[in-house]
């Protein structure tokens, strides 16, 4: 069968965030009950949705992503007591974050049971579990049987998308249903923390901050693994996105760090440079300072004093430069008080942190 041949017809099939439609809902359901795979929105970014305790669903959603098998997938639930049968034990401390965060933007680690197959947790003897807050992931999860395995419903590397279209550009042909609910409304992946080690440690920084954690929990850490040094080393993934570069353009990207007015002079410096070499340039600023960059594109994320604007057109942003064709991409660093730390990680590893001082 020829790679054309074998391509699916993707159904498009919208539904109101708030009041999930239940035909759309049974139709996604019965998808995934079949083994397969409907992306669907979340209130971090879109999920690519298969059965999460099928091991041919799992090898599904990393062929169609392009995802390195390696790289574990999250099940997604929508009741606490579909937790229990697919952990060996929830530790207090685990209990005690899931009734402050979830259902939420939240993804926690266990040792799993033999319920999940190996190829939903990359091989891994542990699984990450997220009980996700939208509507519709919630009433899909129910549908499905409980357990839905779902990466960000993009292709593997590219920006995570955050509306239907940006699903539809990378997937369309690849997977059998979008649920096209809407911009997704926080726009970055759930802070992920691992509760197999003897103090809860951040894997993944996220929209839940690392002064929150602590406020609930007490004692927590940040992994090693997610400082620049640890990137492109041998180290098993323990969750998504540790090892492999993530949610970069096609054009090349740096983030220029330093104070305001010095990056300001820095990014005009390196855009006029650019410009006379022959290549197309875009920015990433703040809406206080966009209008001060005059390069081919020139995107205002939002005002440094809204973080959860600036998160929340990350990924749509970088996209845009695609789509514009943009070959050399300056980015202010937002290292702002609550989400600043996630805000960043995603830039950073978005630029292979490359990173320009000023």
Request: aromatic residues 6%.
């Amino acid at each position: 069968m020829s790679e054309e041949e074998a391509r699916l017809n993707t159904e498009v099939v919208s539904t109101d965030p708030e009041r999930p439609d239940a035909a759309a809902v049974a139709a996604a359901a019965e998808i995934i009950k079949k083994g397969g795979l409907v992306a669907f929105p979340t209130e971090t970014v879109y999920g690519l949705g298969g059965d999460a305790l099928s091991k041919d669903a799992s090898r599904k959603i990393y062929a169609a992503k392009g995802r390195p098998s390696d790289n574990p997938l999250i099940v997604h639930i929508a009741d606490m007591e579909h937790l229990y049968p697919i952990v060996k034990s929830v530790p207090e401390a685990a209990e005690k974050l899931a009734a402050q965060c979830w259902p939420g933007p939240l993804t926690m680690i266990f040792e799993k049971t033999d319920a999940v197959p190996d190829e939903t947790s990359g091989g891994l003897p542990t699984v990450a579990v997220r009980m996700p807050s939208h509507k519709v992931a919630a009433a899909l999860i129910a549908a499905s049987g409980g357990y839905i395995a779902a990466p960000s419903a993009n292709t593997s590397g590219r920006p995570s998308p955050t509306t239907a279209q940006h699903v539809a550009e990378d997937l369309s042909g690849k997977i059998d249903m979008i649920l096209d609910g809407g911009p997704c409304e926080i726009g970055l992946e759930s802070t992920i923390v691992d509760f197999t080690e003897d103090v809860p440690v951040v894997l993944r920084p996220g929209y839940i901050g690392l002064e929150e954690l602590r406020g609930i929990l007490g004692e927590v850490r940040m992994d090693p693994g997610l400082s620049a040094d640890a990137e492109g080393t041998n180290l098993r993934p323990k969750a998504p996105g540790m090892r492999y570069r993530h949610y970069a353009p096609k054009g090349e990207l740096a983030v220029v760090e330093g104070e305001r007015q010095a990056v300001e002079q820095k990014i005009k410096s390196l855009v006029e440079n650019d410009h006379l070499q022959g290549y197309s340039t875009g920015v990433l600023a703040s809406t206080e300072s966009a209008a001060a960059y005059a390069a081919d594109e020139v995107i205002g994320l939002g005002s440094r004093s809204d973080e959860e604007e600036i998160a929340s057109h990350l990924y749509a942003a970088l996209r845009r430069f695609d789509e514009r064709g943009i070959e050399r991409i300056y980015a202010e660093s937002f290292y702002t008080p609550k989400i600043g730390s996630a805000i960043m990680n995603r830039l950073l590893k978005a630029a292979g942190h490359r990173v320009i001082e000023a």
